[in-house]
């Protein structure tokens, strides 16, 4: 199945400062790669996706840009915000079915 | 709220004992993904069901099974409980299948094994 390794496991930054969370993905095939946020004791949410057709993609603070070559996809937050601290999960799709997970990045935001 | 429903949201109970969680995803979903949650593992794909069929199977121990019901609900039985099954345990449901649409993950179910 796929391989989703995931950098930083941790990331303090303070308030106002960008924030990067980068993965790689094994599996050359894969052409869907979300991003979820969890808040601690709370479930997984969708906070942005890609697809493999498109290299960059926007949503306010949030972006998210894909390199098919070097199978990696980083996650980019701009002036971070102390509500922006929560755990950070990449994902690529296993077979093309379920997602596997890379192992979290959880962020710090301090004002 | 995502629309996806889980019950129970916590549930404790003594090893070799035998649980089942439950599961609706939202409307108009026909996939149900389970996933386990621990603190050193991460979020780790369980099983995965499509319209009532077994589709993908992952890191599931024989000691689990699920099922998905022509309502499309689904549940996950977790047998002869060890300490080491105690986990978050979370559904997710999407309209088709992985790479093709989002998922959407339930509160989860907070298992604790003693």
């Known amino acids: 199945g796929e391989n989703v390794e995931q950098h930083p496991s941790t990331l303090s930054v303070q308030e106002g400062d960008s924030a990067v969370i980068k993965c790689t993905y094994s599996d050359s095939a894969s052409n869907y790669f979300p991003w979820y946020k969890q808040e601690l004791g709370k479930r997984p949410q969708l906070i942005i996706d890609i697809r493999s057709n498109v290299g960059e993609k926007k949503d306010q603070r949030i972006a998210v840009t894909l390199n098919k070559t070097a199978k990696h996809f980083s996650l980019h937050i701009t002036e971070t915000q102390p509500e922006d601290s929560a755990v950070y999960f990449c994902?690529?799709?296993?077979?093309?079915?379920?997602?596997?997970f890379g192992k979290g990045t959880s962020l710090l935001v301090t004002p | 709220d995502s629309g996806v429903t889980q019950t129970p949201k916590h549930l404790i109970t003594a090893t070799g004992q035998r649980v089942t969680l439950r599961c609706s995803p939202r409307s108009g979903d026909l996939s149900v993904y389970w996933y386990q949650q621990s603190l050193d593992q991460g979020l780790q794909f369980l099983i995965q069901y499509y319209n009532g069929e077994e589709r993908a199977k992952g890191n599931i121990l024989e000691r689990f099974s699920a099922q998905q019901f022509p309502d499309l609900h689904s549940e996950l039985n977790l047998s002869s409980l060890e300490l080491g099954d105690s986990a978050l345990y979370f559904c997710?449901?999407?309209?088709?299948?992985?790479?093709?649409?989002?998922?959407?993950f339930g509160p989860g179910t907070r298992l604790t094994v003693t």
């Open positions: 997710a449901s999407s309209v088709g299948l992985a790479g093709v649409s989002e998922q959407y």
């Open positions: 994902a690529a799709p296993r077979e093309g079915y379920a997602l596997n």
